[in-house]
Structure formats: structure tokens, C-alpha cells
T-cell receptor
Framework: GAVVSQHPSRVICKSGTSVKIECRSL??????MFWYRQFPKKSLMLMAT?????????EQGVEKDKFLINHASLTLSTLTVTSAHPEDSSFYIC????FGGGYTFGSGTRLTVV | SQQGEEDPQALSIQEGENATMNCSYK?????LQWYRQNSGRGLVHLIL?????REKHSGRLRVTLDTSKKSSSLLITASRAADTASYFC????????????FGSGTQLTVLP
């Protein structure tokens, strides 16, 4: 079946630094990937839709300069949290539409900003 | 934004019992999907029901969809301790860019 690999699974960074999260489709090409954020015991909130070869579409209230998304190839999308602050600490999950039209999720990244 | 609400928010049952979770949504949909998430992990797709379907089964799972009430239910029969997880419904909104929009989730605990 379709597999989406997300790295890193956990990252701790200092305030003010930037963190890059990778989401890679391993056995299929994903023209569209989605990035979600999840707070503890809460649901997934869509942050942005990443489109290969074009600019990402951000949801209302999501700062595009804060959360940089790059989808430079059909198998890789990256989310960079720039100038991270403690309030950016969260669980970030990517998802891609697979060859069957379904949605495959990465395993998530736990970001802690100290 | 969140599409809808799920209830209950939390459910605790004994192994062997059935678990029923409900989901309501707000807009017209192409399909509704149910996902499972173990704590701190990614999501696993469980089942998809299309807007023109009313009921679907997969193993111990049974999903219903009532588009007139904009609601769905997930029934897990003969629950096991390994079913302990969070369960989310998600919809693909008609006319959207096909992104999934999630409900608020139900935390299911199955006690051995």
C-alpha cells in the first residue's frame, strides 16, 4: 500500500531557530500534500495544501511566512517552522493523496520549542 | 476550520462490548471517512462511505451515513483492548480542493 514517510518524528529546538519537517511519498507520486497541526487531545487542523511546482495554499489564520512549505518534487514536501517559539510546539502531520485517491498520513512530528 | 463535532468526546467500555461513535458535519460532502489514531502517532484509514451510500461494513466496523441529518456513526463490535485509540471522522467537502476536514474526535478506551 501507499506509504508516506515523515521525518523527524521528534525534534526539540531552541526559540528563534528554524525547524524543517520532511514528508516523502515512498511508492507513489503526490502532486498534492496536506499539512495539519494537532494540539494535545484535539483534532487535526489543516494548515495548508502543498502543490507540486506551485505555491502552497494556506488556511485562514496560518502565517505563510512562519510556516514555509516547499513542494519541489512529486515525492517530497517540506514544512519549515521559522523563528520557532514555544507556542509553535505541537504535533505536525502530513498527508498525501495516493494512487487510489485515498489519503495516506505520515507518522507525525512532535515539535517542542524550548 | 473543523467540519463537525463528534460525540462522545470520550468513551470507556469493557472488552467485548460494542462502541458507537457519532459524527456530525456541516456542509455537502463527497464522502465521509473514519480514521484511527494511536496516541502520538499518525492516522490510519479505517473506512470510507460515499454520499450515496447509507451503510458499510468492514470486519468489526460498521459505518452509517445519513446525509439528510448530516451525520454518521461508527460502530466497533466486540471491542478489544487494542482498539483503544482516538477515532476521527473526516469529510471531503464537495467543491473543495479535496482536503480532508476532521471532526473533533472520540477517545475510546477499551478496558481488559
Amino acid at each position: 500500500g501507499a506509504v508516506v514517510s515523515q521525518h523527524p518524528s521528534r525534534v526539540i529546538c531552541k526559540s528563534g531557530t528554524s525547524v524543517k519537517i520532511e514528508c516523502r511519498s515512498l511508492d507513489f507520486q503526490a502532486t498534492t500534500m496536506f499539512w495539519y497541526r494537532q494540539f494535545p487531545k484535539k483534532s487535526l487542523m489543516l494548515m495548508a495544501t502543498s502543490n507540486e511546482g506551485s505555491k502552497a495554499t494556506y488556511e485562514q489564520g496560518v502565517e505563510k511566512d512562519k510556516f514555509l512549505i516547499n513542494h519541489a518534487s512529486l515525492t517530497l514536501s517540506t514544512l519549515t517552522v521559522t523563528s520557532a517559539h514555544p507556542e509553535d510546539s505541537s504535533f505536525y502531520i502530513c498527508s498525501a493523496r495516493d494512487f487510489g485517491g485515498g489519503y495516506t498520513f505520515g507518522s507525525g512530528t512532535r515539535l517542542t520549542v524550548v | 476550520s473543523q467540519q463537525g463535532e463528534e460525540d462522545p468526546q470520550a468513551l470507556s467500555i469493557q472488552e467485548g462490548e460494542n462502541a458507537t461513535m457519532n459524527c456530525s458535519y456541516k456542509t455537502s460532502i463527497n464522502n465521509l471517512q473514519w480514521y484511527r489514531q494511536n496516541s502520538g502517532r499518525g492516522l490510519v484509514h479505517l473506512i470510507l462511505i460515499r454520499s450515496n451510500e447509507r451503510e458499510k461494513h468492514s470486519g468489526r466496523l460498521r459505518v452509517t451515513l445519513d446525509t439528510s441529518k448530516k451525520s454518521s456513526s461508527l460502530l466497533i463490535t466486540a471491542s478489544r483492548a487494542a482498539d483503544t485509540a482516538s477515532y476521527f471522522c473526516a469529510t471531503v467537502v464537495r467543491g473543495s480542493a479535496r482536503q480532508l476536514t476532521f471532526g473533533s474526535g472520540t477517545q475510546l478506551t477499551v478496558l481488559p
